[in-house]
């Protein structure tokens, strides 16, 4: 039952995450849009209004005609829009995903029992959540610092880009070191989403609620507020590709089982970057085709580099047994995938078989007989190698022909 019920909650929370994630980022690639594309005012009593740039869209049958005053219009309206609600629910429902289905079980989930590290690898479950929270309040405030020490007064961005850059970087490699290929894109991508909410919380919104109080007390705002809210949500900008692409690579094991996992993720987070910068300049009216170029050329090097090095060379098993041959594989699967890939798993903790996929007869092993050798290869699975499976044994799928 607690299986089912987490299992449950997942679906409802992912579905809930898409459609916060879609609206929050929806509307901030929108404002990104807007805020490079506005044109100076036409008429000139906007001007004197203190109007520096307007839009004009069509859209759902009809006109619009936005319009941006650079610090504050005369007088601030009543019904002012404010955007944080899809940001808070993007997060939190994010980190209620990450709970139920990582800190529910991190023997599985979090740990990689073959890390590089050894102290990593023999982590017990409940060590694995506390560094896995420890890794994600740790790259904000790193993140943090690094904005405040580096360009607190938003005079130096281009050095603060290129450090946040490096840091992205080591977190690719720390997180690949600490846990499992899985959770190490997904916490990758959660650093930088927690990241981007913590902006709009820490700074974006209490930067933006002094300035509408300054205003009201009939004060002239801190332009620093209005300068730092900017370049946060410059940050956020740069960050969404990347995080997008984090958080859907759960199935995508030959990326991030990969022996260089950490610089494929690297080379995806730049590629991100460089296209979403790609659009940002395009809405300003500059066309530069050499981001994406540059973008694509870094997706190209991480499928060069994630390409696998060839089949096992044929083996000098005696392949006028294949017969036998089955048979070992067979009993492998059953010693080894079964107690989680059956309609009925005996594993605690699965309600039903894992990714959907059950090993119960011999026709549905023979019918995945690629996707088990690549899985098996990739040592993702057994998950966790909770069964122990040897290196022997993955020879063994590995050189099963029939
Ligand atoms: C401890 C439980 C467990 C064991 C043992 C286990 N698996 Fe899995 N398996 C899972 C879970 C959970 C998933 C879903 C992971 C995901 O969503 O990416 C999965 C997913 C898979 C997938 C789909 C991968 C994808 O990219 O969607 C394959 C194939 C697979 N397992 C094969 C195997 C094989 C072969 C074995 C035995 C060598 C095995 N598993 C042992 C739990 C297990």
Redesign the pocket.
Known sequence: MQAYLLDFANFMLRWLHVIAAIAWIGESIYFVMLDNGLKKPKAAEDREKGVFGEMWAVHGGGFYHNQKYATAPAKLPDDLHWSFWKSYTTWLSGFALFVTLYMFNPG?YLVNPNANWEWAANMSGWQANVLALVFLVGGWVVYNELCKRISPDMTRDGLLSIAVAVMMVVVAYLSVQMFSG?AAFLLTGAVMATAMSANVFFWIIPGQRRMVNAMKAGETPNPLDGKRGKQRSVHNTYFTLPVVLLMIS????FAYNHEHAWVLMSLFIFAGALIRQFFVLMHAGKIQPAYPVAGVALILVAFWLGAPAGQPAATDRDTADEGAEFEEVHA??NQ??V???SREPT?PG?AAP??G?A?DSEDQILS?KS??QQ??ASK?????N??G?TDEEREV?AAWSE
């Open positions: 599985f899985r759960n199935h995508y094991s492998l699967v080894h995938c107690a989680c890939h594993q699965f894992p990714a996929i090993y995945q996707l088990i899985v098996v993702y699975m057994p998950l966790g909770m069964t499976m799928i």
